[in-house]
């Protein structure tokens, strides 16, 4: 199969790159490199040993999504091209929505265009409202208390909505859960520019002696250890997760939507702990305020992946802290 992944040169989209030409795909790449690199692509051709069409646009740029479209047959779209950061999204709502609605109307009105009807989207557990109780099914209450999570909502309509008026699409939306962990090479992994939001890269990076410690974000929520819990899924298994949503697209059209999590929920502590343990280390932390808007609990129900995908994360926790740290010690400098 030849697969488009728009967003290839970011954290997931190269992990997507790796592992479709390991199974013998064809894939051509599309990224603006607002947030991807060169190295992330350099480290999937180191992987793979081989080379694909990398095209660097920004794909609300129908034209030149037209080029790559004319220019390779395209059988499937793997659809990860878009902005992340939920702070960010709060000081800068416009560029969120313009980004992210914009990207994926481009993308279906030139997949139509072209007779391409299968796509894979990055939807996120940041759809889900906080309110509801944990595990979360695709059935929870969707209520997004962010522009970030707003988008993903709303690009998810979108998607359902073309599905029932253009019966020959087949859409699959996947809400992840917390990405984390990197490729087995250590070739490539999660490289946030600047200092990073997430718990797993400032783990890493404090471990590297980039800051001088970790803040641990509240201690006084009401779970077990008092710190937030959520469901950290290895990117390996994440992006196994994608192999079999592609399966599924070739047999169902319509729209469906699954989360893709463990159904394990970890504690920030409990992750902070498994890392030194794993990798041998003491990492200096502290403890600080909550940090506004996080929420104590938030884990997946896997099962409907489970059942309809035949998805189920395979990853230990050690296995996500060993790869984080082999990654961080590999940082290639130009990726920093
Ligand atoms: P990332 O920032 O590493 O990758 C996104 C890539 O898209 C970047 O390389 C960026 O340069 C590119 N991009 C953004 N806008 C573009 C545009 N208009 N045209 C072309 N390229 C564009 O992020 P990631 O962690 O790899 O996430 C991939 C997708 O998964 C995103 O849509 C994200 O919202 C979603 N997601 C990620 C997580 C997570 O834990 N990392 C969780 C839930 C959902
Ligand atoms: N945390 C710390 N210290 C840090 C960073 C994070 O204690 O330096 C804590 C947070 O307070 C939270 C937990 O670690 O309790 C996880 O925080 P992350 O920022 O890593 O992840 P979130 O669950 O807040 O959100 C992430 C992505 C969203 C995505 C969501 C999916 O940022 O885009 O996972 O569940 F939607």
């Known amino acids: ?20 030409l390991r199974l013998g795909h064809e894939i051509v790449v599309a990224d603006n490199f607002s947030n991807g690199t060169q190295a992330a692509l350099d480290g999937v051709k180191k992987i793979s040993g081989s080379d694909f069409p990398f095209y660097e646009t920004d794909i609300r740029d129908e034209n030149a999504l037209e080029k790559i479209f004319y220019e390779h047959k395209i059988d499937c779209v793997t659809h990860f091209a878009g902005l992340k950061a939920v702070g960010k999204s709060v000081s800068e709502p416009l560029e969120y ?10 993308l279906c009105r030139t997949m139509r265009k072209h007779g391409v009807f299968r796509m894979i989207f990055s939807s996120s557990a940041a759809t889900y ?69 997430n718990l797993m890269p400032f783990i890493s990076q404090t471990a590297a002696g980039l800051h001088s410690e970790l803040k641990i974000f509240g201690n006084d929520y009401n779970t077990p250890d008092g710190t937030c819990i959520r469901d950290y899924i290895h990117i390996t298994d994440l992006i196994d997760g994608h192999v079999c ?24 502590l409990e992750m902070v702990d498994a890392f030194d343990k794993t990798n ?23 099962e409907k992946a489970e059942k309809m995908l035949k998805f189920r994360a395979k990853k230990s926790l050690e296995d996500m802290c060993r790869d984080t740290w082999k990654f961080q010690r590999n940082v290639p400098s130009e990726m920093r």
Do not use: Q, W
């Not at 199969?1 to 479709?20: R, W």
């Not at 929505?97 to 481009?106: A, G, I, K, R």
């Open 1 to 20: 199969m030849k697969i488009l992944v728009t967003g290839g040169a970011g954290y997931i989209g190269s992990h997507m790159c790796a592992e479709l």
């Open 97 to 106: 929505y313009e980004n992210n609605l914009n990207s994926t109307l481009t």
């Open 129 to 197: 409202s906080p309110e509801n109780s944990v595990p979360l099914t695709e059935d929870s209450v969707l209520g997004a208390t962010n522009p970030y999570g707003r988008t993903k909502i709303m690009c998810e309509e979108i998607l359902r909505d073309l599905c029932i008026a253009e019966p020959r699409f087949s859409v699959v939306l996947l809400r992840y859960f917390n990405a984390v962990g990197a490729h087995e090479s250590g070739l490539i992994g999660d490289c946030p520019r600047g200092i990073p939001n």
């Open 245 to 268: 949503a592609i399966e599924f697209s070739a047999e169902n059209a319509g729209c469906e939507v699954f989360n893709l999590g463990t159904g394990r929920g970890i504690s920030v």
């Open 280 to 302: 041998g280390l003491k990492l200096p932390r502290s403890i600080a305020p909550r940090r506004p808007g996080d929420f104590p609990e938030a884990y997946a129900s896997p």
